[in-house]
T-cell receptor, first 114, second 114 residues
Framework: AQKITQTQPGMFVQEKEAVTLDCTYD???????LFWYKQPSSGEMIFLIY??????QNATEGRYSLNFQKARKSANLVISASQLGDSAMYFC???????????FGPGTRLSVLP | DSGVTQTPKHLITATGQRVTLRCSPR?????VYWYQQSLDQGLQFLIQ???????AKGNILERFSAQQFPDLHSELNLSSLELGDSALYFC?????????????FGPGTRLTVT
């Protein structure tokens, strides 16, 4: 079974608007971390934001915030005030427990329109 | 710049050959991870080392091997190369190997097998 699901292969958003990228996960562990990475066309993987399973507050990093709904097992990334430079692939990832591997979702390609 | 370095940036070689990819983690990071990203398989975890010891194995072929040296740099060896091994190979590092440790990725090595 897929551990990380990203149901939106591609998304479009108008510049300066907000966009939500979906991520659902599957785990039976109590301790886990959820991560979002950005991969622009140049290929590098850029760490954006982290949410721990015990964190009560939603994580925020500048224009990025994570809408964490533990009961629904979802960890959606919200990008506010989209910029042209936000056009990229976005990957949701999870790490469970101790010494477990990172598991990445298939990614969502975001295109920001001028 | 994540602080993780990878060499070479590009590599073109023929089927049947052997190559070595090199990674230097961020200063202070003890864990190194190797990933393969191809168009059809997405981002696949290959192997993890922590302070010189192998800690986790993912979808790594028997033709592939890796090691982490005392200075914590790591090498990924790919042998008997096939066309299907053409991919972007990432190295990532994290401070420890806890579930809440974010991984920082290097720029990747793009391998083309002809």
């Amino acid at each position: 079974a897929q551990k990380i699901t990203q149901t939106q292969p591609g998304m479009f958003v108008q510049e300066k608007e907000a966009v939500t990228l979906d991520c659902t996960y599957d785990t039976s562990d109590q301790s886990y971390g959820l991560f979002w990475y950005k991969q622009p066309s140049s290929g590098e993987m850029i760490f954006l934001i982290y949410q721990g399973s015990y964190d009560e507050q939603n994580a925020t990093e500048g224009r990025y915030s994570l809408n964490f709904q533990k009961a629904r097992k979802s960890a959606n990334l919200v990008i506010s005030a989209s910029q042209l430079g936000d056009s990229a692939m976005y990957f949701c990832a999870m790490r469970e427990g101790e010494g477990q591997n990172f598991v990445f979702g298939p990614g969502t390609r975001l295109s920001v329109l001028p | 710049d994540s602080g993780v370095t990878q060499t070479p940036k590009h590599l073109i070689t023929a089927t049947g050959q052997r190559v070595t990819l090199r990674c230097s983690p961020r200063s202070g990071d003890l864990s190194v991870y190797w990933y393969q990203q191809s168009l059809d398989q997405g981002l696949q975890f290959l192997i993890q080392y922590y302070n010189g010891e192998e800690r986790a194995k993912g979808n790594i072929l028997e033709r592939f091997s890796a090691q982490q040296f005392p200075d914590l740099h790591s090498e990924l060896n790919l042998s008997s190369l096939e066309l299907g091994d053409s991919a972007l190979y990432f190295c990532a590092s994290s401070e420890q190997q806890d579930w809440y440790d974010e991984q920082y990725f290097g720029p990747g090595t793009r391998l083309t097998v002809t």
